[in-house]
């Protein structure tokens, strides 16, 4: 399956990629095919049953109400993050949706989106099942879909399919060696390889453009994330926000003779981003919201620190690092319902450390190695949010995952690329550990510090 750039960074909405996105953009694909097959005008009721770790922390991850939105045509890239709450409680007063847009119809949230606390289906950690009945309670339509990680979707066909190549790229690439092999033999970087390839699908003016609109996206996101005036973030955990006294406290003491102030600088920009993605606000995934404030700050920290940065070094950062994603994606997982957080603080905290070895003028060779390292020690990574919520200890995770993909990028251009284990071999590891681990340590909150803590 050929991945572009743009569907590892894609805009969205918090608190998850897998819980929020997917479901949301599961829930509209449903009505859009009662569209296309004629039936919507007949539809008198919808049901949602939501599974496996979706039915376990669905609540503190906003699943329920992405699905209501998703019914009502809203999409994650668009919706509006300041009304959506609003939106979804007058829904729910009102006994009553907008089936995609236009056909009211009775609604009961109660018994119309169902959270199966203790049930999976079987293709998938994140799996839901969408009906529509008519006036007679006979069902119209039934599908299946599932969240695999990144906000990707796909249905009850497509799950652990290879799906037919839609485009032919230029450079194609099924693992690092591969890649590495292009590299060397074009005298290109990586950064170049994924570019070339993104042609496949659109110019390379408008490949460009959209990249850096995705960084004003992460960086709009730094800017809400360090502006608000709310002293607690949602939910019963009465979780602090730290990102905006931080900055305060960085302007304030801004000491140029701290040999360590950058990394305060880092753990701001990481926090900013994801108590956003906690707040329910507009985020990029990156290649997860779950993990969405690790290339932000990373990519902060060169912008700030670095002589020269610019506009060009943006857009080589986000190709490599999703070269890198794409590798994480294909061969592995980037869920956290499947594999772990490892799949998405260690994927984000590689395709960061590649993606800044780069433009450092690492050579492919030491952004592999560097990959490596970003992943290899986060191997085993549990995903235990605490509540269900995606705050404890995901938003300090990030913090530390994105200084140690700085890290990762300067202990490999140190060096001249030669290690004893290939980031291919770190990603097979990484999927077999995830498969080894028990179900509890994925994000179902029944593990780890999510039982350890109190969570009220």
């Given amino acids: 399956m050929a991945l572009s750039a743009l569907d590892l960074f894609s805009i969205g909405i918090g608190p998850s990629s897998s819980h929020t996105v997917g479901p949301m953009r599961a829930a509209r694909s449903f009505v859009e095919e009662l569209e296309r097959e004629g039936k919507l005008d007949a539809v008198d009721r919808v049901h949602a049953g939501l599974f496996g770790s979706l039915g376990a922390t669905g609540r503190g991850h906003g699943s329920d109400k992405a699905v209501i939105l998703g019914f009502m045509g809203e999409s994650p890239e668009t919706v509006d993050t300041l009304t959506a709450d609003r939106v979804v409680d007058e829904a729910i007063d009102a006994k009553k949706i907008l089936l995609g847009g236009r056909r009211i119809i009775t609604f009961n949230r109660t018994k119309d989106v169902v959270l199966h606390l203790r049930k999976s289906l079987p293709a998938h950690p994140n799996g839901m099942r969408f009906q529509a009945f008519d006036n007679q309670g006979t069902v119209l339509s039934e599908r299946v879909y599932y969240s695999v990680g990144g906000g990707f979707v796909v249905d009850e066909d497509g799950v652990g399919q290879s799906l037919p190549e839609a485009v032919q790229l230029p450079y194609p690439f ?42 004003e996206t992460m960086k709009e996101c730094v800017s809400r994330g360090c502006s608000r005036t709310e002293e607690h973030l949602p939910g019963n955990l009465m979780v602090r926000r730290r990102a905006p006294r931080l900055l305060t406290d960085l302007q304030a003491k801004d000491d140029t003779s701290d040999p360590l102030r950058a990394v305060d600088w880092v753990n701001l920009f990481a926090l900013a981003v994801n108590e956003e993605n906690a707040t329910g606000g507009r985020v990029v995934t990156a290649p997860t919201n779950g993990a969405a404030g690790i290339i932000p700050a990373v990519l902060h920290y060169y912008m700030m620190f670095t002589p020269g940065a610019n506009e060009e070094s943006v857009i080589r950062f986000l190709l490599t690092a999703a070269a890198i994603g794409v590798l994480f994606k294909q061969n592995a997982s980037i869920s956290g319902a499947e594999v772990g957080c490892q799949g998405e603080v260690g994927s984000a905290c590689s395709m960061a450390a590649g993606a800044l070895c780069e433009i450092l003028g690492g050579t492919p060779r030491q952004v592999e190695n560097a990959a490596e390292i970003g992943i290899e020690h986060n191997l085993g990574l549990t995903c235990d949010p605490v509540g269900g919520l995606v705050q404890i200890p995901c938003i300090e995770r990030n913090a530390m995952a994105s200084n140690k993909a700085i890290n990762a990028a300067r202990i490999s251009l140190r060096g001249d690329g030669v290690h004893h284990v290939s980031l291919d071999t770190a990603i097979k590891t990484m999927r077999e550990t995830g498969a080894d681990m028990k179900s509890k340590y994925k994000e179902t909150s029944r593990g780890g510090l999510a039982v350890n803590v109190i969570a009220c």
């Fill in 174 to 215: 099924s693992n690092a060696e591969e890649l590495l092999a292009h590299c060397e033999r074009e005298g290109l970087a990586i950064s170049d390889i994924m570019l070339a390839n993104e042609s496949a699908w659109r110019s390379e003016e408008e490949t460009r453009a959209q990249l850096l609109h995705i960084w």
